[in-house]
């Protein structure tokens, strides 16, 4: 897919949001997200926690090394999630050789999502 027809694709998703509470318009993109998204690396694991109240996806490459990495993502403090941003996130790592935690948003800055 070329720059021009992500955004434009990436545009009419977004629109489909307006209007939406927090938590449907949460669930919207996190769909919207997916369907761009890479499969997972070969041999990525990963699991999903909460920790005071903080939605948190722990991810572990296959060639992980010692090391951790805490990624904090600005858009899990408005609209993304832990599952928004799982293709890049796991594609990244994939490069680096240390875990990473990925963590949705601080706790009470937006209505809460906990993971299913």
């Not at 997200?33 to 920790?51: K, N, Q, R, S």
């Amino acid at each position: 897919m070329n720059v021009e027809a992500f955004i434009d694709r990436f545009a009419a998703g977004l629109a489909t949001l307006d209007g939406l509470p927090m938590v449907r318009a949460r669930h919207a993109y996190d769909v919207l997200c997916a369907g761009f998204a890479p499969a997972d690396p070969a041999g990525m694991i990963f699991h999903d926690t909460v920790l005071a109240g903080v939605a948190v996806r722990h991810f572990r490459p296959a060639r992980a090394a010692c090391g951790q990495l805490l990624f904090l993502h600005g858009g899990g403090f408005t609209l993304g999630s832990v599952r928004s941003h799982h293709g890049i996130q796991a594609s990244l790592l994939d490069m680096q050789s240390a875990w990473q935690a990925f963590c949705q948003a601080l706790k009470g800055a937006i209505e809460q999502d906990p993971i299913e």
